[in-house]
C-alpha cells in the first residue's frame, strides 16, 4: 500500500486542478508531502509575449534558478515517498521527475492539458509546423511518454493524447475533475425572475468570451451580463461590448470568493470556444457552478457530455454561436423551474458522484490498477475510464 505521495514541481498551488489535485490524493489515504518552489504563479496572465522567444530565455533562467530548492527538497523527502505525481503546468518538472525517480518509485503525471494544444491548436502562439510547434510535440512526447501512469481529465482529451503524442493507452486512465468542497455551499437558487448572467475566466480562445458579449447584444439589455477575470482577449471584448446596456467587466476576485459570486448569478457561462481543446475538456467553471447548484449554459461538445445530459444537468448550446447562446439564455430566464430543476440536479450530481471520497476511491483504485504498490515503476492493467 502506498503510503505517502511527493507533490513535485514549480506548480502553481492555487490553480484549481493543483488545489484538487492534492485534495484527492489525501482523499485517497496518502500522506502529501511538497516539494515545490514558486514559479508559474508569478505571472497569472500568460499573454502571447510571454511565449516569445526573450521571454521563454527568461523563463528558463528563472527555473535554472527554481530548481536547487526543489532539489534540496527531495533530498529532505524523498525517501519516505512511494509515489511521485506531477501536476498542471509540469511538464519541465516532469522531465526532472523522472531522473529522480530512476525506476524506484512509479511516476504519476496528471497534466490537465498538453503544450501543444494550448500553444498550437487553442491560443495559436506557434504555427502549426513552426519550430515553436515541434518543439511543443516534442516536449508533449516526451512527459506523456515517460510518465508510469497519465490521468486524463476525459476520455476524448485521453484519446488525444494517445493519437497525437504516441501514448500507450495501458498507461492512461480518466479521472474527471470535479470540483472543490467550497462550492458545495453555495446557496440554493432563489426563485423568481432571472437578474444575472455570470461568466468568469481567462479570456483565452476556449472561453469563447467573444461569442458571450454577441449574445449579451442579442439579448438587449434585459439582464445583467457579469465578466469577471483578465486575460489576453479582454481588450478586444471589452471594445466589442460597447454600448451594450447592463454588460458588466470585473477583474480577478480571489478565488475563496468565487462560491459568493456564483451564488448570486441565476445563470453560470462555461466555455463556447470551438476549437478542438475547447470539444475534449470539461472546465472548471462547469464543475464549480453545477457544484453551486446553477443552471450552466455551455457549449455542446462530447468531452460535457461524458458528464452532464442536456435539458437535466447542463443546458448546451452550439459553439461560437451568440444567437444560440443568447436563445438558451433567454429560454432559461424565463423559466424559473426549469433553472431550479437543472441546478438542483447538477448539484446532485456533483455530490454524488464527484464528492471527496468518492474521487479518492477512484484515485487509489486507478493507480493500483496500474502501478499497484510495487516501486519498480512497472505498468500493470488495461485501460479503463473512471
Not at 535554472?64 to 526543489?70: D, I
Not at 511538464?91 to 500553444?119: K, N, W
Not at 426563485?191 to 468568469?200: C, D, I
Not at 444537468?313 to 424559473?336: K, N, V
Amino acid at each position: 500500500m502506498i503510503e505517502s505521495a511527493c507533490l513535485f514541481g514549480t506548480y502553481a498551488r492555487q490553480h484549481s486542478a493543483n488545489r484538487l489535485l492534492r485534495a484527492t490524493l489525501e482523499a485517497a489515504g496518502y500522506v502529501v508531502l511538497e516539494c515545490h518552489a514558486p514559479l508559474w504563479e508569478q505571472t497569472r496572465d500568460k499573454l502571447p509575449g510571454f511565449f516569445g522567444p526573450l521571454s521563454l530565455a527568461g523563463r528558463a533562467l528563472d527555473y535554472a534558478r527554481a530548481l536547487p530548492r526543489l532539489l534540496a527538497r527531495w533530498r529532505a523527502v524523498g525517501r519516505e515517498a512511494r509515489l511521485l505525481v506531477v501536476g498542471f503546468n509540469g511538464q519541465l518538472d516532469l522531465l526532472v521527475a523522472r531522473r529522480l525517480a530512476r525506476g524506484r518509485i512509479p511516476v504519476l503525471f496528471v497534466p490537465l492539458v498538453t503544450v501543444t494544444e494550448t500553444l498550437v491548436e487553442d491560443r495559436r502562439v506557434y504555427a502549426p509546423g513552426s519550430l515553436g510547434a515541434r518543439f511543443a510535440h516534442w516536449l508533449d512526447c516526451a512527459t506523456l511518454g515517460s510518465a508510469d501512469l497519465v490521468l486524463a481529465d476525459t476520455e476524448e482529451h485521453r484519446a488525444y493524447m494517445c493519437d497525437t503524442f504516441g501514448v500507450d493507452p495501458v498507461r492512461t486512465r480518466t479521472l474527471y475533475l470535479g470540483a472543490e468542497s467550497l462550492f458545495y455551499g453555495t446557496p440554493p437558487l432563489e426563485e423568481g425572475p432571472a437578474r444575472s448572467v455570470l461568466f468568469y475566466g481567462q479570456y483565452v480562445a476556449l472561453h469563447g468570451a467573444c461569442t458571450i458579449v454577441d449574445a449579451a447584444r442579442r439579448l438587449g439589455g434585459r439582464l445583467q451580463i457579469i465578466l469577471v477575470g483578465t486575460g489576453p482577449d479582454r481588450p478586444r471584448v471589452e471594445a466589442q461590448a460597447r454600448g451594450i446596456p447592463n454588460v458588466r467587466f470585473v477583474d480577478w476576485v480571489p478565488y475563496e470568493q468565487l462560491p459568493a459570486w456564483i451564488g448570486r448569478a441565476d445563470v453560470c457561462l462555461g466555455v463556447f470556444g470551438a476549437s478542438r481543446k475547447a470539444a475534449m475538456v470539461i472546465p472548471n467553471k462547469v464543475y464549480q457552478a453545477a457544484a453551486g447548484g446553477r443552471p450552466v449554459v455551455s457549449a455542446d461538445t462530447p468531452g460535457v457530455r461524458e458528464v452532464f445530459q442536456h435539458g437535466e444537468t447542463i443546458w448546451l448550446t452550439p459553439a461560437a454561436d451568440g444567437a444560440r447562446l443568447a436563445e438558451a439564455i433567454s429560454a432559461l430566464a424565463l423559466d424559473g423551474p426549469r433553472r431550479q430543476a437543472i441546478g438542483c440536479a447538477a448539484r446532485a450530481l456533483m455530490h454524488d458522484r464527484f464528492n471527496e471520497k468518492r474521487q479518492g476511491e477512484r484515485l487509489r483504485g486507478l493507480i493500483e490498477e496500474t502501478i499497484g504498490t510495487a516501486s519498480d515503476g512497472k505498468v500493470r492493467g488495461g485501460g479503463a475510464r473512471a
